[in-house]
């Protein structure tokens, strides 16, 4: 179980053990006027007399002089009266302490330091977030008042701000405007708290990629009943066992060297041999982007690519790059064809290992025409002025992944399109759900593109498993490209990067501890408290967030401790759960059918 932040400082309970004595002291007292107090009550209600408090009285009580201390009225009737007496005020006391440290929490707390404050975050609570949302969404939310909007209206929703003892504080959101940029270890919420929330909730087009079937299991027969539309369900590999119901050409639109280019990047940027990317990669690019042009020129789809990937010295796409009028494209084509043989191999050997994918039919055959009319072919111009819902999965580290990569990128470009079509934003905006971006939607220029998403009404939420494997993907400087442009960053549980929760640690900064002390000289009793400068979280604190919980990043707010808001603690969770139990149903199903005939599964 996760370690709860506690204080770590030495406050003034700490230091002051001397004076318990004296605190000892007055409760004796504080008993004795008690039992003075029950007695006089008693005394009232059965029309009697009790002597005035005193130290007179306290003797008489501590010799047992009942006739001194309470004359003819009943001891048991006393007694009882004095333990509900000193009951009930306990009571009162302790009510009163749990509400004042409700409040105000431990000074010490890393809990009370953040969350201390609701003005720290009120940008990204109501009203503020409301406010800004009719503002970022002017034609779709006209007429509208902030205090009548739906959580789904405002923004994302991140959590709610955890407070001490176990309060909840208001919920903030990611405004239609923000970039997102999570890290997570695995069940720790991202799926539950963050992808299928965001897409439930995305207000126009949502799309997200996965490499599991819980995403769509979770959100498409409930997206499709909410928003009257379509459902599209791009799977390579099987991972859901429901077909084929799409096909995408990734080649239409490819009419230049610039998108050429862009398309072939989501394949070298596969290669898992760092060694051979860096020798070979660049010119294993640049082949596969002439080849890419030369069979969009002429009519053909992403197949003959791979078949030209394994003929070096076939002819037809210099001549078709050259009849086009691209000539610098096909003597650079020609060029990679003639030289050296082992400086050839080397870069189309790279090349074929980059688009592996162009190799396996059942793979091409969701980029490919089909036999029949049946299979609807996606557009990513209309998907993104429309609600539907764009789910995209592939296996970890898979053949598919340039495939997803590339369709995603499209996407974001149409997005881009239309937002300069309606004034610059996307309204209602585009939700885009990265999970396991690092392995399945390598999108080459992603952090640059973060720069400016946001502002085009386009909502990446980049979920990465740690800081360390975006670098993997996008270089340590893409990677600081990519945390400079998110406006919300969230770190959820099981980070184990130490260099990373250091460096965490240090932007959430310090705050004062008190440490007390105290002494007895000259028969007389001093106590002191020094103040000192502490991290208000450890590396070690960041390490252990619980899971549910996580430490907020965002523009113009101070870090912030949320607890995550998973669909199951939702108004809408039997919904969603009846909608994931029939879509496993369905998985179940379709997998069976796969099976080779006469063969049985094992209970």
């Known amino acids: 179980m996760a370690k709860q932040l506690q204080p770590r400082g030495t406050g003034w309970s700490a230091a002051a053990s001397p004076l318990f004595g004296l605190v000892a002291l007055w409760m004796a007292v504080y008993l ?24 007179a009285w306290a003797l008489a009580l501590f010799t047992w002089d009942t006739e001194t201390t309470w004359p003819g009225l009943p001891t048991p009737l006393v007694m009882v009266t004095s333990v509900l007496f000193v009951g009930a005020t306990l009571a009162l006391v302790m009510v009163g302490l749990r509400v004042f440290h409700g409040v105000r929490g431990d000074a010490e707390d890393a809990v009370t330091a953040l969350n201390t404050g609701d003005e720290t975050v009120a940008e990204l609570a109501r009203p503020a977030a409301a406010e ?155 082949l596969i982007s002439q080849l890419l042009l030369a069979a969009a020129l002429d009519d053909e789809t992403l197949a003959i690519v791979g078949e030209w990937l394994h003929d070096a010295k076939q002819p037809r796409p210099v001549n078709v790059l050259q009849d086009h009028g691209f000539t610098a494209y096909a003597d650079a084509l020609r060029e990679t064809q003639n030289i050296v043989s082992e400086t050839r191999d080397g870069i189309y050997t790279t090349a074929r290992t980059a688009a592996r994918c162009l190799d396996d039919p059942a793979i091409m055959r969701w980029v490919t025409p089909p036999d029949d009319f049946d299979v609807d072919e996606f557009d990513p111009r209309p998907f993104v002025r429309s609600r539907q819902t764009l789910h995209l999965l592939s296996k970890s580290r898979s053949a598919a992944a340039p495939l997803i990569a590339a369709l995603t990128d499209a996407v974001f470009l149409s997005a881009e399109e239309a937002a300069e079509g309606q004034g610059g934003r996307l309204d209602p905006p585009l939700v885009a759900v990265l999970d396991e971006a690092a392995n399945i939607c390598k999108i080459a220029d992603l952090p640059d593109m973060y720069s400016h998403l946001g502002s085009r009404g386009i909502i990446p939420v980049t979920i990465l498993q740690s800081y360390r494997q975006g670098v993997r993907v996008w270089t340590e400087n893409g990677m600081e490209a990519m945390w400079s442009a998110a406006t919300v960053k969230v770190f959820g549980a099981g980070l184990d990067d130490h260099k990373i929760v250091e460096a965490l640690s240090k932007l959430v900064g310090q705050h004062d501890v008190s440490t007390g002390s105290f002494s007895f000289g000259d028969g007389k009793g001093n106590h002191s408290v020094q103040l000192r400068r502490q991290e208000i979280m450890q590396g070690s604190d960041i390490r252990q967030i619980a899971k549910g919980e996580a430490l907020l990043f965002a523009t113009a707010a101070r870090p912030t401790l949320v607890e995550m808001h998973p669909w199951y603690e939702n108004p809408d969770a039997k919904e969603i759960g009846a909608a994931i139990e029939k879509a496993h149903g369905l998985i179940t199903a379709g997998a069976r059918n796969r099976l080779p005939h006469g063969s049985q599964t094992q209970g």
């Open 132 to 286: 800004k949302a009719l503002r970022l969404r002017r034609s779709t939310l006209l007429g509208r008042k902030a205090r009548s909007l739906k959580d789904a209206d405002v923004g994302l929703v991140i959590g709610g701000v955890k407070r001490p003892r176990d309060k909840s504080g208001p919920t903030l959101f990611a405004s239609w405007e923000d970039t997102i940029l999570a890290y997570m270890a695995p069940r720790a919420g991202k799926t539950t708290a963050m992808a299928i929330p965001y897409v439930l909730a995305a207000p126009g087009p949502a799309l997200a990629t996965s490499n599991k079937g819980d995403v769509w299991a979770a959100t498409a027969e409930l997206r499709e009943e909410r928003t009257g539309e379509r459902v599209w369900l791009f799977d390579p590999q099987e991972v859901t066992h429901q077909g084929r119901g799409m096909w995408w050409n990734p080649l239409r639109g490819v009419d230049n060297v610039e998108a050429a280019h862009r398309l072939a990047g989501h394949f070298v940027l596969t290669i898992d041999d760092d060694s051979k990317k860096d020798m070979w990669g660049p010119a294993a690019k640049a």
């Open 32 to 55: 004795v006027w008690s039992v003075w107090a029950a007695a006089w009550l008693t005394a009232w209600i059965v029309d009697g007399a009790v002597p005035s408090f005193g130290v």
